[in-house]
Every structure is written in structure tokens, then in C-alpha cells.
């Protein structure tokens, strides 16, 4: 069945975080981390407590939530990470150039929209390793390049 991205973003770890994610009252699918290296690491719905947790060690991230039509639902998604971690994003900034950018944050908020379903940049910018930007910028033009 088809699948429409209701969330979508990098994150480089500094230090071991978990990411929590609330969500409707409707079973929904795994919240998935692809993980530099190449390991996956899924966070179950917690249907009772209404949320995705996910732990994630210091390492780069792609955080990916993919939704059929019956599981979708409206709405944005705040993702709280439990210590300040970066958020890396790659879309239109403005002025309308197209850049890979981090933020440190402890809160990022996506509204949830198929066609933009990242957290927009805040404005704590942060430098990247060269290692983890490149991956991050790759990895992060590829997925928007399967956007509707």
C-alpha cells in the first residue's frame, strides 16, 4: 500500500538522547531512525500513552515516519529530544536557495504536511563535522527528491 511521509528529518546526536513524538488516538506504524552506519532502529506506537519513544545513541539520523491513507491523521508532530540535540534540515530556506542546515534544540515542531514534512530551522545554526554534513545532506536531498 502507498505510503505519504508525515515526518522527516536528520539528527546528529551529540550526546545519547530520546526522542519523544505525540501522537493521535489511532494505532499507527513504527517511528524509524536510519542510523549513518547503516542500522535501523524502530520505535513502536504506544497506542496507551498516545506517543513514539525512541533511543538514540550519539551517532547521524534520519528519523522517517511513512503513513498509508487509513493511517493518517491531521495535525503537527512536536518531537522532544531529552537533552539538546541538532535537527538537520535540507529544503528551501529564505530567500528561496535550497541548503542543508542544523539547529540545536530541545523542542522541533513539523506541521505534518506530505509535500513538507520536515521541522522548519530554528535559530541556533550549528556547524556540522564534515563527515556527518555530507551524510546528512545526501541522505536528506535523496528523501526530498521522493516528496510528492
Given at each position: 500500500m502507498a505510503t505519504e511521509t508525515k515526518l522527516?528529518?536528520?539528527?546528529?546526536?551529540?550526546?545519547?538522547?530520546?526522542?519523544?513524538?505525540?501522537?493521535?488516538?489511532?494505532?499507527q506504524p513504527a517511528l524509524i531512525?536510519?542510523?549513518?552506519?547503516?542500522?535501523?532502529?524502530?520505535?513502536?506506537?504506544?497506542?496507551?500513552?498516545k506517543r513514539w519513544v525512541?533511543?538514540?545513541?550519539?551517532?547521524?539520523y534520519l528519523i522517517k515516519l511513512a503513513l498509508t491513507k487509513t493511517e493518517?491523521?491531521?495535525?503537527a508532530l512536536t518531537i522532544t529530544a531529552s537533552v539538546d540535540t541538532n535537527f538537520?534540515?535540507?529544503?528551501?530556506?529564505p530567500g528561496g536557495a535550497e541548503a542543508t542546515v542544523a539547529w540545536r534544540?530541545?523542542?522541533a515542531v513539523s506541521d505534518g504536511d506530505p509535500k513538507d514534512p520536515w521541522p522548519?530551522?530554528?535559530?541556533?545554526?550549528?556547524t556540522l563535522s564534515p563527515e556527518s554534513f555530507a551524510w546528512h545532506d545526501?541522505?536528506?536531498?535523496?528523501?526530498?527528491?521522493?516528496?510528492?
Open positions: 522527516l528529518f536528520g539528527l546528529n546526536t551529540i550526546e545519547a538522547t530520546t526522542l519523544t513524538v505525540p501522537g493521535p488516538a489511532t494505532a531512525a536510519t542510523c549513518r552506519d547503516g542500522s535501523v532502529i524502530t520505535a513502536p506506537y504506544d497506542l496507551v500513552a525512541i533511543d538514540l545513541g550519539t551517532h547521524d493518517w491523521f491531521d495535525g538537520v534540515y535540507f529544503g528551501p530556506l534544540e530541545l523542542v522548519p530551522p530554528g535559530l541556533d545554526l550549528v545526501a541522505t536528506l536531498r535523496y528523501e526530498r527528491s521522493l516528496l510528492p
